[in-house]
């Protein structure tokens, strides 16, 4: 494979980051998260998000989005989330299972974004029945989305004032966070708690991480819920003995703003890549390209040919002639290169 597009989680470990696993290999420390860089967490991502915040350090972005909706959902509870959402398509049930039966209602709307008028439909469908009724208890979103497009801020608040308006939870499913703030230029803040959001999952093995993504809790019940997540995160079986491994990671991660460096080579290889699709003769953009993902409309031999030239992308389930390409931090100006000539661009 000369360049490989298939997923941002195939690339290697940022240097830095695996610098800072093997400086926290040296002696003895606390076990189950009590070590020294657990406990910075809070710290640490209470000053980046200007804010109280709570961290809890888990290794798999679906556990960390199973969890957080479990935490705030009961069994006979359901959580509102977008069609396309990865909690609904590509995590074979996981908050269900977490949720000891929560069910997930998709949500429609275009480009991979809900919008306030298809949750308002959503959520009139989910009541009604009384005890017959699933109990509408969360809302999800994801940042960026499931198609590589971002949503503005003012979006976001938008959406979750109307939950809260209906008394859901909030929940941000950001394993692709980092690529949106790069993309928006704002603060970490203003896509997450000051538009709404009370539990963020904050990805970052997509993005340099080898194992490593926070649950993060903002408001006045982050205490509570984080307590309880804690619980769940111990009976899913995601609490680490040597949880310093994965702390470490993400202290080195948010640290100098090495996260956002890392989402802004992604997404500036993406845009290069975007560009090149928008003048093909034939492919063109199946969304817009506002992240670090680039879907691609094309013919089946087209694609066909592409791969044939070594490069690693994924066909889409079911679409032969649609195509996703991912664009990581340790995606080089070469790589895109070859790819650009090999589309003929």
Request: aromatic share 10%; proline share 4%.
């Amino acid at each position: 494979m000369t360049a490989n597009f298939r997923s941002d989680n195939e690339s290697a470990v940022a240097t830095p980051v695996m610098e800072a696993v093997l400086a926290a290999n040296t002696g003895a420390a606390h076990a189950y998260a009590e070590d020294d860089w657990s406990m910075r967490l809070d710290e640490a991502f209470s000053e980046l998000f200007e804010t109280p915040t709570r961290a809890l350090p888990i290794a798999t972005g679906t556990a960390a989005n199973s969890i957080a909706l479990a935490t705030v959902t009961p069994p006979w509870g359901s959580v509102l989330c977008h069609r396309q959402a990865h909690v609904y398509s590509d995590e074979s049930g996981a908050p269900e299972f977490f949720g000891h039966g929560l069910r997930l209602v998709p949500v429609e709307g275009p480009l991979g974004r809900m919008t306030p008028d298809a949750l308002a439909s959503a959520y009139a469908g989910c009541a009604g029945h009384g005890v017959h009724s699933y109990v509408p208890s969360a809302m999800t979103l994801t940042q960026s989305t499931e198609s590589g497009t971002v949503y503005q801020p003012d979006d976001l608040a938008a959406l979750y004032s109307q939950a809260k308006h209906h008394g859901l939870a909030t929940h941000l499913d950001g394993a692709r966070f980092a690529n949106a703030v790069a993309r928006l230029g704002c603060s970490p803040a203003d896509t997450s708690w000051r538009a709404g959001v009370e539990m963020l999952s904050f990805g970052a093995s997509k993005n340099g991480c080898m194992a490593a993504e926070a649950l993060l809790f903002f408001g006045d019940e982050r205490d509570e819920r984080y307590i309880t997540a804690e619980r769940m995160r111990k009976r899913g079986g995601h609490l680490f003995s040597k949880m310093r491994y994965v702390s470490a990671q993400l202290l080195a991660y948010i640290e100098d703003g090495l996260w956002l460096e890392l989402a802004g080579n992604a997404n500036a290889q993406a845009a290069r890549f975007a560009e090149t699709v928008a003048r093909h003769a034939e492919a063109e953009l199946e969304y817009p390209v506002e992240a670090n993902e680039v879907f691609v409309r094309w013919s089946e031999d087209g694609f066909e040919a592409l791969a044939d030239t070594g490069i690693g992308f994924l066909t889409w389930p079911g679409q032969d002639d649609l195509a996703r390409f991912v664009f990581s931090h340790a995606t080089t100006t070469e790589d895109t290169d070859r790819l650009i000539k090999a589309m003929g661009g």
